[in-house]
Nanobody
Framework: QVKLVESGGGSVQAGGSLRLSCVLSGFTESLCMGWFRQAPGREREGVANIYDAANSTNYADSVKGRFTISRDGYFDSVFLLMNSLKPEDSAMYYC???????????????????????WGQGTQVTVSA
């Protein structure tokens, strides 16, 4: 009954901002939530996640200082504020959720998509120069 629904993608010029949203529904409570992205011809990579048990956040080196992940007080939703967007940020962005320590990389940043088993449908982000 777990479902992830994403919104907020779009097309912007370099230097602009977007805010992605992901809503978790169903009876099961997640241990972590976050975002991956995948550009054409490239592997799917972890962007940011938040680990509820430790109230910790993690970011890929390529987005540190520009992206901010957050959640609401009930952990019903997770958000990704993307500032100072670059063309290299263009990708399909996927919301992901984990329900075990292994699925949450034990509180750290995801290294591979195979760690995650619950995904949103994806939302496209396109950044033009």
């Amino acid at each position: 009954q777990v479902k992830l629904v994403e919104s907020g993608g779009g097309s912007v010029q370099a230097g602009g901002s977007l805010r992605l949203s992901c809503v978790l529904s169903g009876f099961t409570e997640s241990l972590c939530m976050g975002w991956f992205r995948q550009a054409p011809g490239r592997e799917r990579e972890g962007v940011a996640n938040i680990y509820d048990a430790a109230n910790s956040t993690n970011y890929a080196d390529s987005v540190k200082g520009r992206f901010t992940i957050s959640r609401d007080g009930y952990f019903d939703s997770v958000f990704l504020l993307m500032n100072s967007l670059k063309p290299e940020d263009s990708a399909m962005y996927y919301c992901a959720a984990g329900f075990t320590d292994a699925e949450c990389h034990y509180g750290g940043m995801w290294e591979t998509q195979s760690e995650v088993h619950y995904w949103g449908q994806g939302t496209q982000v396109t950044v033009s120069a």
